[in-house]
């Protein structure tokens, strides 16, 4: 098994919204391993972004990191808790260590700029004593493996296709040569052939650099095969996660298993297709018991009573593979 990269420890983010207090993030533990692809799913709102912006140190009022370490493992050897940082510290960190792409990204880039001084200013922003040659003729590479032509860097972003400048973005961001990516719903503006594209190309990409890549989607049809680990999170919790294919074949989560039979599939025979009845509790009124006890199927019939008291830990149901389904051996008759 691979050394690991990052170890998010018991990592807790709320929000205060009227006087109430939820928690977006809830006592989040998961290890990153140096080297995997890692899928982080979820309905809308189970706090997938919420998790990454606590990690990089993102998180705006009226957010708040209200427990939590993030141990990073340098390429050194070295360990620093991120979460210790002062701003300035983690700055450094950010690009040349840890970097991001987010939800419709394509959209951040500065109208009136080139993307040529796009890699420029980036590049400076870290070290002003970079050449301007040594700076273009990376960008150049990068930009030939997100299959873009060198004219790119010439060009304004209003002159290039949604799917063009996201591999742009995705260049950029490679830019200062990380040691892992988050990538927030990187495709979702994008048509589904631009979606695989962009996947194949990052994937060759992972492999090129040994980097460490960790994506956030709510669909999971989209990265299933390109990610080694997938981690299941719902309500702010993670509430399963293990190799991609175990989850697929053998998920012991009643919300995996859920989550699985919704794919789509072009094989599929659609009216077998079932989307999980429900919605995902309000977390400013969580039930006094297992957060997914109300649309579970296992409660329903009563194989579960539903407790919250089991669900405040994770069990290993298969090698590699942790669920916070206490009754996931009676559940799934294993
Ligand atoms: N800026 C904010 N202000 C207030 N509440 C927030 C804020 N950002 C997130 N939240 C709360 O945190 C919860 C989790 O949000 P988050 O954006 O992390 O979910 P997500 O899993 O990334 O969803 P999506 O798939 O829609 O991107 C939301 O339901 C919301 O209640
Ligand atoms: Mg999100």
């Given at each position: 098994?691979a050394?690991?990269?990052?170890?998010?420890?018991?990592?807790?983010?709320?929000?205060?919204?009227?006087?109430?207090?939820?928690?977006?993030?809830d006592?989040?533990n998961?290890?990153?391993?140096?080297?995997?692809?890692?899928?982080?799913?979820?309905?809308?709102?189970?706090?997938?972004?919420?998790?990454?912006?606590?990690?990089?140190?993102?998180?705006?009022?009226?957010?708040?990191?209200?427990?939590g370490?993030?141990?990073?493992?340098?390429?050194?050897?070295?360990?620093?808790?991120?979460?210790?940082?002062?701003?300035?510290?983690?700055?450094?960190?950010?690009?040349?260590?840890?970097?991001?792409?987010?939800?419709?990204?394509?959209?951040?880039?500065?109208?009136?700029?080139?993307?040529k001084?796009?890699?420029?200013?980036?590049?400076?922003?870290?070290?002003?004593?970079?050449?301007?040659?040594?700076?273009?003729?990376?960008?150049?590479?990068l930009?030939?493996?997100?299959?873009?032509?060198?004219r790119?860097?010439?060009?304004?972003?209003?002159?290039?296709?949604?799917?063009?400048?996201?591999?742009?973005?995705?260049?950029?961001?490679?830019?200062?040569?990380?040691?892992?990516?988050?990538?927030?719903?990187?495709?979702?503006?994008?048509?589904?052939?631009?979606?695989?594209?962009?996947?194949?190309i990052?994937?060759?990409?992972?492999?090129?650099?040994?980097?460490?890549?960790?994506?956030?989607?709510?669909?999971?049809?989209?990265?299933g095969?390109?990610?080694d680990?997938?981690?299941?999170?719902?309500?702010?919790?993670?509430?399963?996660?293990?190799?991609?294919?175990?989850?697929?074949?053998?998920?012991?989560?009643p919300?995996t298993a859920?989550?699985m039979?919704?794919?789509?599939s072009?094989?599929?025979?659609?009216?077998?297709?079932?989307?999980?009845?429900?919605?995902?509790?309000?977390?400013?009124?969580?039930?006094?018991?297992?957060?997914?006890?109300?649309?579970?199927?296992?409660?329903?019939?009563?194989?579960?009573?539903?407790?919250?008291?089991?669900?405040?830990?994770?069990?290993?149901?298969?090698?590699?593979?942790?669920?916070?389904?206490?009754?996931w051996?009676?559940?799934?008759?294993?």
């Open positions: 098994m050394d690991p990269i990052l170890e998010i420890k018991d990592l807790t983010v709320e929000f205060a919204l009227h006087g109430r207090k939820i928690r977006a993030c006592s989040v998961l290890t990153i391993r140096r080297g995997e692809i890692i899928g982080i799913i979820g309905e809308s709102g189970s706090g997938k972004t919420t998790l990454v912006s606590g990690i990089l140190n993102l998180i705006q009022p009226p957010g708040k990191i209200t427990s370490q993030v141990i990073y493992h340098q390429r050194d050897g070295q360990t620093v808790d991120l979460r210790t940082l002062t701003p300035e510290e983690f700055a450094k960190h950010r690009w040349t260590n840890l970097t991001s792409v987010f939800q419709a990204a394509q959209n951040v880039m500065n109208p009136s700029l080139r993307v001084e796009h890699f420029l200013e980036t590049a400076w922003a870290h070290d002003p004593d970079m050449k301007e040659e040594a700076i273009l003729a990376k960008a150049r590479d930009l030939s493996r997100v299959r873009l032509e060198e790119v860097l010439d060009c304004y972003p209003h002159q290039l296709s949604g799917g063009m400048k996201q591999r742009c973005i995705i260049a950029l961001s490679l830019i200062l040569s990380p040691d892992i990516i988050f990538l927030d719903e990187p495709t979702t503006a994008l048509d589904v052939i631009t979606q695989w594209y962009i996947l194949e990052l994937k060759q990409i992972q492999k090129d650099y040994g980097l460490t890549m960790v994506f956030l989607t709510h669909d999971v049809s989209i990265i095969s390109i990610v680990r997938l981690v299941v999170m719902y309500a702010g919790e993670v509430v399963e996660y293990g190799p991609v294919l175990d989850l697929f074949k053998r998920p012991t989560h919300y859920g989550l039979t919704a794919i789509p072009l094989r599929d025979d659609v009216t077998r297709r079932k989307a999980i009845p429900g919605n995902p509790p309000d977390l400013a009124n969580l039930p006094d018991a297992c957060r997914f006890a109300p649309r579970c199927w296992a409660k329903a019939q009563g194989i579960c009573e539903g407790e919250r008291a089991g669900t405040l830990r994770m069990y290993g149901s298969n090698p590699d593979q942790y669920t916070r389904c206490y009754s051996e009676k559940v799934f008759r294993q």
